[in-house]
């Protein structure tokens, strides 16, 4: 059996929850949970504020455990190795997505906590090929939040040909954002914070921002126009975008990475004049985490987390639902 905390309905409260794992399957693993990061996803899904929970729900996507169970085909992963699990825990495999490396984007892939049990839970069950170890230089403490947040804003840098030259700015330096600004910094850009706090402007150039620029000043908006080649935006609210892509230089790029539910409002002509551009992307494939973790280790990237035992669940779900950590919340045993 695996004990495990779950939501028995929208909203309520996690409780402890036994269930079934059943027969290990030939090309799956089992991981003894260590650490599970608790991502703005986890709630939405905890919350069915996307309509796809189901119930009881064991909710976790950024686990990072070791490896205690290998299915019988399972050549790559070994007892005892250490691997992180983020938002996909498996794939068909045989699509054209999946030939081409780019599995996150295959359309049968198996989300971990859709349709199936996550890891706010002393073990959880993975496809093999969805498991990523954890590189030497990487602290597992920590490293859950790069299994979702991190690579989330890691796959533009790859996907869109991000060039150490590039000027790149962040909206919304929380929980994503604040990776983002260190994996930008470390790639070589110059990078640029949108706040809306200029109390904040120490903090965001300690975390590797070269300008920081207060989104409530329209006129240093439109100082800005024409600057920037790649805008990542992490928020989930309406802002006003016309005045963001004004922003972008000729060319340049907005790039939605936070799950804004409302209708984009843009006009076309910001757009047409000056070819710029309008994109999204999800998480990375497993090829695509595993290069970004070697990344992070080799300029010592690390998500700002705060720290809950797996008993103080509630207490820390209810940290991420107010939108009040600095800036993740790992569950650590």
Not at 221 to 248: E, H, M, P, Q, R
Request: with cysteine; hydrophobic share 40%.
């Amino acid at each position: 059996m695996i004990n495990a905390y779950a939501a028995f309905e929208a909203k309520g409260p996690l409780k402890p929850y036994q269930y079934d794992p059943g027969e290990l399957g030939a090309f799956d693993i089992e991981i003894d949970v260590d650490h599970c990061g608790i991502c703005h996803s986890d709630v939405s899904m905890l919350d069915n504020d996307w309509g796809r929970a189901q119930y009881p729900m064991v909710a976790g996507h950024e686990i990072i455990g070791r490896v205690s169970k290998v299915g019988s085909h399972v050549s790559h992963l070994a007892i005892g190795d250490v691997v992180g699990l983020g938002w996909h825990s498996g794939y068909c495999e045989s699509c054209r997505m999946c030939m081409g490396g780019d599995h996150n984007l295959c359309s049968t892939a198996k989300g971990t906590i859709v349709g199936r049990h996550g890891g706010f839970a002393d073990k959880v069950r993975a496809q093999a090929i969805s498991a990523v170890k954890i590189p030497a230089g990487v602290n597992p403490a920590t490293a859950g939040p790069l299994l979702c947040g991190g690579i989330t804003v890691y796959t533009p840098l790859v996907q869109v040909n991000t060039s150490p030259q590039s000027k790149v700015a962040v909206i919304g330096v929380g929980g994503l954002g604040h990776m983002a600004v260190m994996f930008l910094k470390a790639w070589g850009c110059e990078v640029t914070a949108f706040s809306s706090d200029p109390s904040k402007t120490d903090e965001l150039k300690s975390m590797g921002a070269h300008h920081v620029l207060n989104s409530k000043d329209a006129d240093a908006l439109k100082k800005a126009a024409g600057s920037f080649d790649l805008i990542l935006s992490t928020v989930n609210v309406k802002l006003d975008w016309n005045a963001y892509i004004a922003t972008l230089a000729p060319k340049g790029r907005l790039h939605f990475l936070g799950a804004v539910l409302e209708p984009l409002d843009i006009g076309v002509f910001g757009l047409m004049g000056q070819q710029r551009t309008i994109s999204s992307s999800p998480v990375g494939s497993p090829r695509v985490i595993a290069d970004m973790l070697k990344f992070a280790a080799l300029h010592n990237i690390q998500p700002m987390v705060e720290t809950y035992g797996f008993e103080q669940i509630n207490e820390a779900v209810e940290k991420v639902r107010n939108g009040s950590p600095r800036f993740r919340v790992v569950l650590s045993r």
